[in-house]
């Protein structure tokens, strides 16, 4: 059997752009409606919609290749005039044998009689690691109307093998501004729920005196990574015992929260004075619970009436009477808190009243040792209620009754 002619070597050298029209960094340009785009070898013959982007936006109409290798882009209406506009060539597109560019590449040419010279550096590391595929978008401060994400995206560049990412051609002045960073991993250019992001700390701005500015060094956390929350101060509660929270992760799939006791939980002690953390909290939206460790055993439970320092009645349609009963411990809720991952979260308490909920404890049945273990521990608050009214000291804060 006769085997095909091999067909020569493997094609390796990745493409690249070697001119357009209007040149980089080009000035002074009149109505322009049309780019010209030649490169390297022949590449894959796709619409310029799918690699090509302007920062300002520009609408294009078509894309004429010329034997491959030359790509004219029209578009819908010329360029705005008395305007720097930066000329962005995605990565990943990809000559005829299916080789792509590495990196995206853009480059500056203006309406207007010149380029600015404004600039922003900074480097972004995750697990101290640089971020060599990161992709880094400058916005505007948004109103109180809206998310930054939710205006135009000005601009946009990508980090080096370093993580060093850069802004040319900003104006000056210019800002202020706002920067989302992420790791870009399969390189399309938009932060996927998977990859590691955040919004830069900082707002930026850039001065006559001060037309460059480095913006440091940012660390991304994994969107897995538990954050904290950061309790501000808030006014005691006016009940016995230590102020403790914990957190739970609002799902999708969630029907809202039912009180009920909580024996496990990633339970903190939190000071009136502010700055309690709570750690260990799952990136995402999130609840806050507060309450009131009146019976003193770090968990949110149900205790007699008598512990909560006051008079209480629950009516007892059995009873035919009001009977003195349980309640769970005081508590209030904050919803709808955003956790970033690796992140800090300040976070106010409501200025509500905390709330006391009447509270059936369960019947032991054999072998339930969760019903045992709250009915021992009501037994524990009624002995307490009765060595207190008897004069006897009350349990310190932080032990059991």
Sequence with gaps: MVEPPPGGPLDTVRPHLVFMIPDSASTGLGEVIELNLTFSEKMERKPAVTWLHFFPDQRIRDTRWHGAIRADIVLEQPLPPDTVIVVEIAAGMKDAHKVSNRRSRRFPIATGDSIPTGRITGVLVMADSAVTNGVVELYAVPPDTLEYFEQPLLRRTVTDQTGTYVFDWLPVPGGPWLLRGFADGNGDLRPGEKE????????????????QLAAGVVTLYPPNTPGRLLVGPFAAADFPGLTMAWTARITENDTG?????VSTGNFAVLDPAGGSPISEVAPGANRLFVFVDVDGDSTFSGVADSLLGRSLAWPDSAAGDSVATHFLEPWLMTEGLEVLPGLDTSVELPGTAYSLTPWTPPAP???DSLAAALADSLVGDSAVADSTAAGAEPPAEGEGP
């Design 196 to 211: 590691a992001q955040r919004l830069l700390p900082d707002t930026l701005s850039l001065a006559d005196n001060n037309p």
């Design 257 to 261: 929260w039912v009180p009920a006791p």
């Design 365 to 367: 049945t054999p072998g």
